[in-house]
């Protein structure tokens, strides 16, 4: 079983979802649980199996907490908001609500851009858990995120500066590598590699040549006003992962393996790119 479920969540980390489900479908009934069908929900958002799920959701009986909100989030990333909140709604009238549930649609309205849906569940989060501060700062980050996303930096400013004031702490984004047998550390525009000079010189070729194929960068992604001398490529190529990615590539052309653990979720333009 844990072969089949390992196979399940590899191919849904890598949106391969069709395989994903295949698989889950040659798996005896018996040895399929929750974590199962978490892992093929979750396949199927990745990879916009919206369909899929839904079928496969239906039939699961009973449905736990991380069910629901597994499938809320593969709603929400295919921006089908309404039937999202409808779930929601179906599962609060047997069961308190949750953080993850509303978090999940929440991160549906931030890649969608939808501060409108942002703000109405931030707001909801607010008034369903004013006790949970460590859950209010992630939201309240990505309301900021939404509102910058949707081109409205002074809103987004606002909250962030809220937060500091309220004495508010971010976790700071930093993405792992490892290289030579040894693990790196990159944050944002890091400097501390040996060779760091090299590599700021490679993450510029790269975009350069990105640019030249016709690649246009995603301005929705800078989530703060920019500094006089910044543009919005100096900005997204100094992200971390950019950073460790590009670390291979100074010493192979053709790495055969690339392997980035991040803290915190991938930029959307650090992943398209």
């Known amino acids: 079983m844990l072969f089949s479920l390992s196979i399940v969540n590899s191919y849904g980390l890598n949106g391969m979802g069709i395989e994903a489900v295949k698989r889950f479908d040659q798996m005896p009934r018996e040895l399929i649980n929750d974590l199962t069908y978490i892992c ?22 009973p449905k736990t907490d991380i069910i629901y909100t597994t499938m809320i989030d593969c709603l929400s990333r295919a921006a089908i908001f309404k039937e999202a909140q409808q779930l929601i709604e179906q599962f609060e009238r047997d069961h308190a609500p949750t953080m993850s549930i509303y978090m999940a649609l929440l991160s549906g309205a931030r890649n969608q851009k939808n501060s409108k849906l942002a703000q109405e569940v931030v707001d909801r989060i607010r008034k369903l858990f004013p006790d949970v501060k460590g859950s209010l700062l992630p939201a309240s980050i990505l309301l900021a995120n939404t509102y910058a996303s949707s081109g409205d930096i002074e809103k987004a ?46 993450v510029d070729r790269m975009s350069k040549k990105l640019i030249e194929y016709g690649y246009k ?38 790495p055969k393996r690339i392997q980035l653990t991040k803290n915190l979720r991938i930029c959307g333009d650090c992943r398209k790119s």
Request: with cysteine; proline share 2%.
């Open 217 to 254: 960068y995603d301005a929705s992604w800078v989530v703060r006003p920019r500094e006089a001398d910044e543009t919005v490529e100096s900005l997204l190529c100094g992200h971390s992962e950019r950073l460790a990615m590009v670390l291979h590539f100074i010493r192979d052309r053709k």
């Open 157 to 202: 400013t606002n909250i962030k500066i809220e937060l500091h004031k309220s004495g508010a702490k971010k976790k700071a984004g930093a993405t792992l590598t490892e290289f030579d047998g040894k693990i790196w550390k990159f944050r944002a525009h890091d400097r501390s590699h040996p060779n760091s000079d090299e590599i700021h010189e490679q």
């Open 40 to 61: 093929v929900l979750n396949a199927c958002s990745h990879s916009g199996l919206v369909d899929v799920a839904r079928s496969i959701f239906n039939n699961i009986q």
